[in-house]
């Protein structure tokens, strides 16, 4: 009914296949799951271990399908950014870690097939995307090794292993797990890098990691266009246009606090990428 009798305007159909879309990017890394932090080491400001991350964990898929609910996406990708375990390339993890690095990647791949499962169950999403990096925690050699490193590390056989899992599941998900310490994707027009982030170094002093962030990307740039990086191993999270931090789920420990890092509440991060707009939207994801 038009009782004034004025012009009405169609704005077209919901449905339109020119709408805009949107992908979700969900970031997860350094859950340092075998890790173990007690609360007399960093003035009761933390407590961690093998039964606080399957907590945390539990909550953050939890809190994950709050989030992406918020706003329904077409698409979901999830980068998996390495460091799920500590593993034993310390002396000192060898000596306090609550399980050896098998028993941790055990429990991280039950960890992860169960929040997947809960993940496409409970978000109704065209299409789910899995990323899986490698750490530089989850190495079985003292030192970094570069063109077999993807042969020598915990976490790219349990990414292989979660994606058979998944398809004897009947989950439709799709992965990628590259040989390379690099995954780049081409999403809605945008050229994407997801890599650990132990490829630079701290270099102290003032700016933080900004100075050898913003220096690595412009020699990663030069090799391949990057319209944004994704990574983790900082244990902070960061969000410029260049390049998202993700954040961790340990939290605050003796390590960290003895440099003076500000802790940070446990928490991963959710980005949403618009087919127009570009990205639209941050936010943490809780893990209490």
Same mark, same amino acid.
């Given at each position: 009914?038009? +009782?004034? =009798?004025?012009?009405?305007?169609?704005?077209?159909? +919901?449905?339109?296949?020119?709408?805009? *879309?949107?992908?979700?990017?969900?970031?997860?890394?350094?859950?340092?799951?075998?890790?173990?932090?007690?609360?007399?080491?960093?003035?009761?400001?933390?407590?961690?271990?093998?039964?606080?991350?399957?907590?945390?964990?539990? %909550?953050?898929?939890?809190?994950?399908?709050?989030?992406?609910?918020?706003?329904?996406? !077409?698409?979901? &990708?999830?980068?998996?950014?390495?460091?799920?375990?500590?593993?034993?390339?310390?002396?000192?993890?060898?000596?306090?870690?609550?399980?050896? +690095?098998?028993?941790?990647?055990?429990?991280?791949?039950?960890?992860?097939? *169960?929040?997947?499962?809960?993940?496409? /169950?409970?978000?109704?999403?065209?299409?789910?995307?899995?990323?899986?990096?490698?750490?530089?925690?989850?190495?079985?050699?003292?030192?970094?090794?570069?063109?077999?490193?993807?042969?020598?590390?915990? /976490?790219?056989?349990?990414?292989? !292993?979660? /994606?058979?899992?998944?398809?004897?599941?009947?989950?439709?998900? #799709?992965?990628?797990?590259?040989?390379?310490?690099?995954?780049?994707?081409?999403?809605? =027009?945008?050229?994407?890098?997801?890599?650990?982030?132990?490829?630079?170094?701290?270099?102290?002093?003032?700016?933080?990691?900004? +100075?050898?962030?913003?220096?690595?990307? *412009?020699?990663?740039?030069?090799?391949?266009?990057? !319209?944004?990086?994704?990574?983790?191993?900082?244990?902070?999270?960061?969000?410029?246009?260049?390049?998202?931090? =993700?954040?961790?789920?340990?939290? #605050?420990?003796?390590?960290?606090?003895?440099?003076?890092?500000?802790?940070?509440?446990?928490?991963?991060?959710?980005? &949403?990428?618009?087919?127009?707009?570009?990205? &639209?939207?941050? %936010?943490?994801?809780?893990?209490?």
């Amino acid at each position: 009914k038009n +009782p004034r =009798n004025f012009e009405l305007i169609d704005f077209g159909s +919901p449905n339109d296949p020119d709408r805009e *879309s949107n992908v979700g990017i969900l970031l997860f890394s350094d859950w340092h799951a075998d890790e173990v932090v007690k609360p007399e080491t960093v003035l009761f400001k933390n407590e961690y271990n093998s039964e606080v991350a399957k907590q945390r964990i539990t %909550t953050l898929f939890q809190n994950a399908v709050k989030v992406v609910r918020r706003k329904p996406v !077409d698409e979901l &990708i999830i980068g998996s950014l390495g460091d799920l375990i500590g593993g034993y390339i310390h002396e000192e993890l060898q000596q306090t870690n609550s399980m050896t +690095p098998m028993q941790g990647i055990s429990m991280v791949k039950s960890l992860m097939v *169960s929040g997947l499962k809960y993940l496409t /169950e409970s978000l109704n999403i065209k299409k789910v995307t899995f990323v899986g990096i490698c750490g530089n925690h989850s190495r079985t050699t003292r030192r970094m090794q570069f063109s077999n490193g993807y042969a020598l590390s915990y /976490e790219y056989f349990m990414y292989k !292993d979660i /994606e058979e899992t998944c398809k004897l599941m009947g989950m439709d998900i #799709q992965f990628i797990i590259p040989q390379s310490e690099f995954a780049y994707i081409k999403i809605l =027009n945008h050229d994407l890098l997801f890599c650990h982030g132990h490829q630079f170094k701290y270099a102290g002093g003032i700016g933080g990691i900004y +100075p050898s962030m913003l220096r690595w990307f *412009s020699k990663m740039s030069q090799i391949v266009h990057i !319209d944004k990086a994704f990574i983790g191993h900082w244990h902070t999270t960061i969000n410029i246009k260049e390049i998202c931090v =993700n954040g961790t789920v340990k939290g #605050q420990d003796a390590y960290a606090m003895g440099k003076g890092i500000a802790a940070e509440e446990p928490q991963q991060t959710y980005i &949403i990428l618009n087919s127009k707009r570009g990205f &639209i939207f941050h %936010t943490p994801v809780f893990c209490s």
